[in-house]
């Protein structure tokens, strides 16, 4: 499916972004755990150039912490910071507050040899819509700060957090990028839920979501919804599977005619909330020199 999602506050959130960045010391990076290449914004490398900067694979919880293993092996050889978490676990905060220290270090030390003393470390906290941001803000600063939803576009401006006396932090909106080069990354980030639901046929997504995880992921299928999927994974078996799950859901419209939408939606709703179990979507895959997610 080719999906796009670029409405105008996004694009003013980004000019905001922008001229923010020149007050910000750290960036925090807010990625999807469960889709870490499609959750990245292809610019940010650039937006960020210069900057302390701190990789979080949120939602962890969610993924195969198989795969989440492997992440951070990717991210620890390009020397990128890199913390697993769960931002609505209240226990990850000692763990962060280390890691965002250690990442602001060299700056809270250059400020000292110039003898500033009380200035606190500046960190903006940027990812696409639903990561996650905002929760992590509240987890952090222990109190609900910040507005959160299950829903892309909840933070609609900027907010500034303080924490502490050294730590100040910025909460923005979530962005996307104008244009997805590869059809997979709109649709790994529909399914996620960082795109609005109302843009797309949330049948067809369906169908795409049963055919993208069937290989990987059968087991959990079949023992969510009761049901035995098809052998093969071409396109017609997506549709049988997903009829077969309309059935089991009981998702009628009228009698014999299956209501997809609704069995869809059961799904979406089902990987969103947990309770589908540990599904990650993307793995790291070697990549030539120079180029994928991040500078040396
Ligand atoms: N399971 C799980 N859910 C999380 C985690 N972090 C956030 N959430 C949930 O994800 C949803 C989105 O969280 P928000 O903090 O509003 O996301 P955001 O990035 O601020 O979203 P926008 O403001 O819309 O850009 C909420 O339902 C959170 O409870 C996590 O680590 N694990
Ligand atoms: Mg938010």
């Known amino acids: 499916m080719k999906i796009q999602w670029y409405p105008g506050h996004m694009m003013k959130a980004k000019r905001q972004m922008l001229e923010d960045l020149k007050l910000i010391d750290l960036v925090i990076e807010l990625l999807d755990a469960r889709a870490v290449m499609s959750s990245r914004n292809p610019e940010i490398d650039q937006f960020a150039n210069g900057k302390a900067r ?16 492997k992440w951070v092996e990717y991210f620890k050889a390009k020397n990128i910071p890199v913390v697993l978490l769960n931002s609505k676990d209240k226990s990850s905060k000692k763990r962060i507050e280390t890691e965002v220290m250690e990442a602001c270090k060299e700056k809270i030390e250059r400020n000292k040899r110039r003898g500033i003393l009380n200035r606190p470390v500046r960190a903006m906290v940027v990812g696409i819509p639903n990561v996650g941001k905002s929760t992590f803000i509240n987890m952090y600063a222990g ?15 900027k907010q500034w957090i303080r924490m502490g006396k050294m730590l100040e932090l910025l909460d923005t909106p ?45 087991n959990l299928l079949e023992s969510r919804y009761g049901v035995s999927l ?23 419209k009228s009698k014999d005619n299956y209501d997809y939408e609704k069995s869809a939606r059961i799904i979406f709703d089902d990987f969103r909330n947990d309770r589908l179990g540990k599904i990650s979507l993307e793995e790291p895959t070697l990549e030539k020199e120079g180029e994928g997610l991040g500078e040396e």
């Open 174 to 218: 979530g962005i996307l990028w104008p244009k997805f080069d590869d059809e997979m990354v709109g649709e790994h980030l529909a399914f996620i839920g960082s795109i609005n639901d109302e843009i797309i046929s949330i049948a067809d997504l369906a169908l795409a979501f049963l055919t993208d995880i069937k290989e990987r992921y059968r």
């Open 230 to 252: 098809e052998e093969d994974n071409t396109k017609e078996d997506a549709v049988k599977d997903l009829y077969k799950i309309a059935k089991a859901r009981n998702c009628l």
């Open 54 to 69: 701190l990789v979080l694979l949120n939602k962890a919880d969610l993924a195969d912490d198989r795969v989440s293993a």
């Open 143 to 157: 109190k609900a700060a910040a507005k959160t939803g299950n829903k892309p576009g909840v933070t609609k401006g």
